[in-house]
């Protein structure tokens, strides 16, 4: 366990209308995950069992060396939590929120937060209660941050936040990978900010993980070709297929499984190849949700 963050073995929890279903994960040290779903895919549940907040059914779980639920109070001594709608007490300051969570965790970085105060343009005075949600948010990161976790897990951070305010925040969750042994894990149904600043992607989907890999192989797999076909001309089967759009004479064709052969294979045929196109991590995430949810209706 010394370079593995976080291990999940074959977890699952059922509820009534959802089943988490047999999830398996590895989080490395130093690494961020960009945990992706659809609203109600299981993203919160899973990592309400990685927070101890809820027990698993069976399966095995293991945060910072620690085993969940049993071990959760020395666990969450080095994990950092901050969602978008995190609650703090409303009549107080920030100041006091300070104070507060620095008389609990000695780890606390005191000149840390400070550069954060500046850095996220707070006021230490200035009510919970006064704040705006962009600066809500910034305000429970900085709390999490400056007191230097192992694990920090972000559920849904950027949730409505407005342009600047979602940089400011991006930034500086990639600063705090310059300590390769500080450890994201970031849920979102916002690709965009998962692609910016994530190693590792996951993708769930109805209570189960679809894909798990490197950022760079999973976008490096997967391309949109697309083609001009001739009457007479019969594309062949060709591997890795997913997804076939357009037309029968203009068709695009999604893999995941690209390879420069494919282009040469639809040449052969009398195919002439258009263009192929990389797919945003977006795209990759509806081709692959949407693909397999014609296997396995529900």
């Not at 209308?17 to 047999?22: A, E, K």
């Not at 929120?97 to 230490?124: C, E, G």
Request: hydrophobic share 45%; glycine share 6%.
């Amino acid at each position: 366990m010394n370079d593995v963050c976080v291990r999940l073995e074959g977890v699952s929890k059922r509820y009534p209308h959802f089943l988490l279903d047999n999830i398996s994960l590895d989080l490395p040290v130093g690494s961020i995950l960009g945990f992706i779903g659809a609203n109600g895919a299981g993203k919160s549940t899973t990592i309400r069992i990685l927070m101890g907040l809820v027990r698993q059914d069976s399966g095995s779980v293991q945060v910072l060396g620690h085993a969940m639920p049993a071990e959760q109070t020395a666990a969450k001594l080095d994990i950092g939590y901050v969602s978008e709608d995190m609650r703090l007490y409303g009549a107080a300051t920030l100041a006091w929120h300070m104070n507060f969570v620095a008389s609990i965790y000695p780890q606390w970085n005191q000149s840390y937060a400070d550069t954060l105060v500046r850095r996220f343009d707070l006021k230490p005075q200035q009510k919970i209660k006064g704040l705006s949600h962009g600066q809500r948010v910034k305000a429970a990161l900085l709390l999490a941050l400056a007191r230097e976790p192992r694990l920090l897990i972000l559920d849904e951070p950027t949730t409505g936040l407005d342009p600047v305010a979602r940089r400011e925040v991006l930034a500086e969750l990639m600063a705090v990978l310059a300590d390769e042994h500080r450890t994201i894990l970031f849920s979102s149904h916002n690709t965009l900010d998962v692609e910016q600043i994530s190693d590792r992607i996951a993708f769930i989907d109805r209570g189960r993980i679809i894909a798990l890999e490197e950022k760079e192989d999973l976008l490096d797999r997967w391309r949109r070709v697309r083609l001009v076909v001739p009457p007479t001309a019969v594309l062949p089967q060709l591997p890795g297929i997913v997804e076939v759009g357009g037309t029968e004479r203009l068709p695009v064709l999604t893999t995941n499984r690209f390879d420069p052969a494919v282009v040469s294979l639809c040449q052969d045929r009398g195919a002439t190849v258009q263009s192929v196109d990389s797919m945003t991590l977006e795209e990759i995430f509806v081709a692959n949700v949407q693909s397999r949810r014609e296997l396995q209706p529900a």
